[in-house]
Structures are given as structure tokens and as C-alpha cells.
């Protein structure tokens, strides 16, 4: 008998087994609306043109090698990460308070600041929005520091529960890290106000707490960088300290290079030197050193006027594109006379609807018209055509007829 024959078969990823569920399904009238991974107009995944400029140039270039990176990664990828986040003016930067480390992609920089915050923040506990993304819930708990959930939507006007949120800050312990979606929050789509930001901002900060910011969709909200930054740096003008986890996974569409980076806001640079120090040790034992071809290729583009000035017009792109799917969607429900009230579906921003379809409707739609997405509802307007949109405005019509 095997060592192993007492383990049990466990379950799928939530996200990831919509498309395990899709792949096995022969019909060829079937949508992924599950995973959310930009897709073009013909349902095709889309390396970016300035991608493949930069990938062209590296392997030009004779005298790359494939020597290990640095523990924290490759330095001037960390340094125009921060940049971009932050700002190419910012203050922050300028005082040498900022320590970014290579992470892999988004998921990774979150368990690398995880594991960092239960190591030398007390004993940490982090605050996030209900729902949030799932992999949240877990990685922080096994990073070592449990996760505690505050209010953030409300399924009455699909929209912002401004209120519960800033009751359950203000309720939350002095010290507290908090969770906040930098923007195009997932699953909801839903994002506070500027304003709203700013009363987050200010309970956050008189309750000493900390702010850990998950940065997965700038520049594909609203498909500008500097717009979709606001949220991180208003936090930052204020001289106070935050983590941010960064992924270029969407906006560079480099999902399977795994490139991101985690950067820590201090209040010094002596500080932030410390910690870099720290997130040293963090990683070596996790994974040594990370990868380094989609640094080198998101620093090409990051650090080359030109190729950044392109990279932005296909990121507008992207962001429109998907906008354009909000319209469509909305006008055919419209169209179709579909009960209720869908203009969530064009208020909401990023890659993401939360339709407001319950379980039993999701599955009616899977089963019945092959349109694959989480239970909860949600679906990737990326995974969306102007082919596709005419069948799921059928199958959302049926189900709620
Ligand atoms: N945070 C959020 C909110 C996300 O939606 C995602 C991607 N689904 C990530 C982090 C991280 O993704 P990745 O590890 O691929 O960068």
C-alpha cells in the first residue's frame, strides 16, 4: 500500500477549476467567463506588441546570460516598479524610504510581505474586504497572520457599503493591517469615491493601522496608470507606511512569467534599508532568488521611452475594450427587456461584473447555455466578444425570467 493512500482527493481552486470545468466541456458554443485573463475581440489570449519588442531585444542581446538574480531580484525592474506605482516624483522615493523587492506576480509579493509582517509586526492580523479575492483568505493564514473580514459590498445597490466599512475600521484594533484593493477591486468591480478614499484614509490613519495595498489591475481600470495609482499614493503623501503588492500579470499581460513586486513604504531610510535587509531572509529560504526573464522585460518597457509610450496605448486599449463589453452587454440586456436593474453592470470598473446571479442561476447558465464562471457571480468581461455577448444576454434572460 502506498504511504500516501490515506489522502484525500481534494477539491479545485474555485477560480482555476471553472477552467478545468470549461476545457472538459466539447461544445462549441461554450464562454470562460471564469478566470480573468484578457482575452481579444476573437477570444484569443493577447501577448502585448511592446512584449515582444522587449522580448526581441533581450534575445538580441549577446551579453545576457542566465546568471541568478539577486536574492531581492533584478534592481532597476524594483526601482521602476516603484515608480510606477508611486510616481516618478514621489517624495517618498526621492528619500530613499522605499524598498521594493521582485516578487513572483502579485500572489507571491502578498505572501513574501505576509510572511515579512509575521516575523516582525507583533502579532499581526489583516482586515479584508467582504468578499474579496479567495486566494487572500489563504495566503495571508499561512503567511501567519489571520485574516479578520470587513464590510465592503453591499448586495442592496451592488455598490459600496461606505458605511459598514468605516465602522469595521474604526471597530478594528490600533495596529491593525488592513487589506485595500488598489483598485478594480475583485470581485465586485465596486471601488470607493476619491472621497470615500480619503475618509478610509483618515480612519486608517489615526487607528495607527497598517495599509496593504494589492495592486493587480493598474491601468486596466481605467486605463490610465497615473489615475488608477490615486488611491496608493494619497496614502503615501501622507508620510505614513504601507506595503503594496504589485502584478504586472494583467497589465503587461505576462501572467505566466510570474513577475511582480512587493514594495514597503517606511518613514526613513535607515528604516527602509532594515527591512530590506529582513525581506532578504524572507526569501532565500522560500525560493532563493526569482526569475528573471519578465523582470528584465517589464524593466525594457518600464525604462525605454518609447516602449513605455507604447505600452500605454495598448493597455488603453485593453481597458477600453473591456468598457466597450460594459455597453454592449447592457444595451442587449436592455434590448431583451430583461427584468431588473443592470446599471452595476456599467458602473462597476475593471475586468470584473459581479452580475448579482445567485449559485442556482450560475449553474442553470453553465448547464444550459455552457457559459462558465465562479458561483458567486462573477464574470470576466475580458473573456467577453461582441460574438459572445448576444448568448449570454439569452442565458442571463432565461435564468432570471
Ligand atoms: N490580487 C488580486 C485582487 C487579483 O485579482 C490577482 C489576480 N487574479 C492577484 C492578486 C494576483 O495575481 P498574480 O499572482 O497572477 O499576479
Redesign the pocket.
Known sequence: ASVFEHIQQAPEDP?LGVTVAFNKDPSPMKVNLG??AYRTEEGKPLVLNVVRQAEERLLADRTQNKEYQPITGVAQFNKLSAQLILGANSVAIKENRVTTVQA???????RVGAEFLAKHYGKPVIYVPVP??G??NKIFPLGGVPVKPYHYYDPKTRGLDYQGMIDDLRAAPVGAVVLL?AC????TGVDPTEEQWEGIRKVIRSKQQLPFF????QGFASGSLDTDAHAVRSFVADGGECLI??????NMGL?GE???ALSIVCRSAAVASRVDSQLKLVIRPMYSSPPAHGALIAASILGDRDLFADWTVELKAMADRIISMRHQLYDTLKARGTPGDWTHILKQIG?FTFTGLNPEQVQFMTREYHIYMTLDGRISMAGLSTKTIPHLADAINATVL
Open positions: 477560480i478566470v480573468g513572483l506576480s502579485g500572489t507571491g509579493a502578498l474579496t479575492w486566494n487572500h484593493h478594480a477591486h475583485n470581485p494589492d495592486c493587480a489591475y503588492a504589485q502584478s504586472y500579470a494583467k501572467y510570474r513577475i511582480g475586468m
